[in-house]
């Protein structure tokens, strides 16, 4: 049974940072491209970042490029977001997501597995 389970989420002011993390199990984590969505109260579920299986290419979303940073730790089975200069518009559930592509998407409809989420709230 495929498991991604999200964590680091939390309350913190604007400017400051978080970093979550998502540990895959049941799964062959190496070749899937793992990606971070998040989902604002009344709003649709949103790309934040992706990453390739190898770790070479990234993917932003504009509103974070430049202040989010996603990694992957492939020995770990495990993925990671840091999140800096952090504003109440990041506020939203986070959720981490895997593909079995090899290309890098952006859509939730490319991903096959998903995390619970964890909240990040950012207070002004």
């Known amino acids: 049974q495929v498991q991604l389970v999200e964590s680091g989420g939390g309350l913190v002011q604007a400017g400051g940072s978080l970093r979550l993390s998502c540990a895959a199990s049941g799964l062959s984590f190496s070749p899937y491209v793992m990606g971070w969505f998040r989902q604002a109260p009344g709003k649709e579920r949103e790309f934040v970042a992706a990453?390739?299986?190898?770790?070479?290419?990234?993917y932003y979303a504009d509103s974070v490029q430049g202040r989010f940073t996603i990694s992957r730790d492939n020995a770990k089975n495990t993925v990671y977001v840091q999140m800096n200069s952090l504003n109440p518009g990041d506020t939203a559930v986070y959720y981490c997501a895997a593909s079995n592509t090899i290309e890098v998407f952006t859509t939730t409809s490319r991903y096959d597995y998903w995390g619970q989420g964890t909240q990040v709230t950012v207070s002004s």
């Open positions: 990453i390739s299986w190898s770790g070479d290419r990234t």
